[in-house]
């Protein structure tokens, strides 16, 4: 592609994984830190074609070695709009994948990136990605007339790039959360997943983001103007079917077509029947525990088990590909924002378990009546631990758990015996008997009388 990048650049690249056998430095991630950020920024603030790299560079980083990183692009064009920020941002994923030897995983502050050691060998360095990202960014869009790309691999450098991040990501949400289904006429698709997921089709709602958390309804409708024939696209809304589960015959009709027939409907605001697809790079899930008739959520960036006794990647196994899992749910971190979170199934009064970490970081979202009641990894760490817990504090699941156990004793008490007698011989003409011989008598010890109804007749 440039004389000045030493690998190739293309589209085959995207499905390249680097093993940990064959890395050369692992970059942000689970076990470090980082966030991408993309802005659109006035034309004065953006010095086109330049590529920055804050802290050491893959050169000057030693084999084996794990830094955080920090990826920031600022673009500038006429007919750009702070809404395509986050279209544009998780395009970085895709573009990031085009390069030979360069993985990217995830997105906002999750991500993870590999450099692989024949790249390494070969001399590629993150200020060629930059490069590679600059003509990128501005083959595919029209409209970005400048780009600038910085990255940071210094901790205090990534450690502020972090914060403007989280900024940004909160701002982008909260305006998001601001709407609801119920303002708008028409929704939005991504089908960008589709490469790695080909039935999956993310419906983007002014109440719920896409799955990756990515893109918003604000989003979708400003990539629809600048890319009309792009993977995001207008769904039209169709009838209300139900609003509570959230089912509208516009995104039925679409889903079933865009996912080849194989999706007949979705609710999307329920983990139940017919739950939306998942595809695999979800920031957290939402699961169904049966034992105790509650809702975990589990995010990406938690690393313990979950009550289940598995962690999040196990799980995100089972429920990513593109298929409706009944229970389980991919979701973004900012639908848990959402007024309308899951509410077919009880909302926030169904949540029984999360990690710490995500449940400090969405203490706002959460209604104050339940934050002491959700248990976490240090409450509870199984099953039994959980239901304890869940009792100690009250929880609403707890209710429900006991007005079940009570009809449970209450259907067997009407199965209670009418009459116990301690003998009881019947003639046995007419009742046939295997083996036995024409004329007999049988005879109950201590028999249990049950009958639908009992008549006592005067003689
Ligand atoms: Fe698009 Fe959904 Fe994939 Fe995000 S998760 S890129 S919104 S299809
Ligand atoms: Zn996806």
Redesign the pocket.
Known sequence: MDEEIPVDVGLIYEGERIRKSSMYVDLAGPKSKGAELLRVVPPEEVEDGKVEVIGPDVDQMEEGGRYPLGIYIKVAGEKLEEDLEGVFE?KLHYFCNYVQGFMHLNSRDIIWCRISKDAAKKGLKLYHIGKALVKLYKTEFDVIEKIQVTFYTDEKAVDEHIARARKVYEKRDARAAALKDEDVDVFYS?????SFAPT???A?TPSR????G??TWFEGRAAVKVDPSG??QEIPKGEVIDPVKGEFSGINEYVREKSNGSIERVYLHSIFDYPHTS?G??EAIAFYIPEVDGIGIVHRDFHGVTPFGIPFSTMAGQVGGGVQSQGFLGISIAYLRSPKFLQADGGWQRIVWMPSQLKERVRDAIPQEMYDKIATESDAQDLESLKEWLKQKGHPVVERLAEEEKAEEEAEEESQPVATVPELTLPAQGVPVAGAPAEFTIIFKNAKIYAEKVIIRRK
Do not use: E, K, M, N
Request: proline residues 5%; aromatic residues 4%; glycine residues 10%.
């Open positions: 998780r991504c089908l960008l997943c589709q999956h089709v993310c983007i983001s896409g799955g990756c990515a893109v993977p995001i595809c790079c979800f």
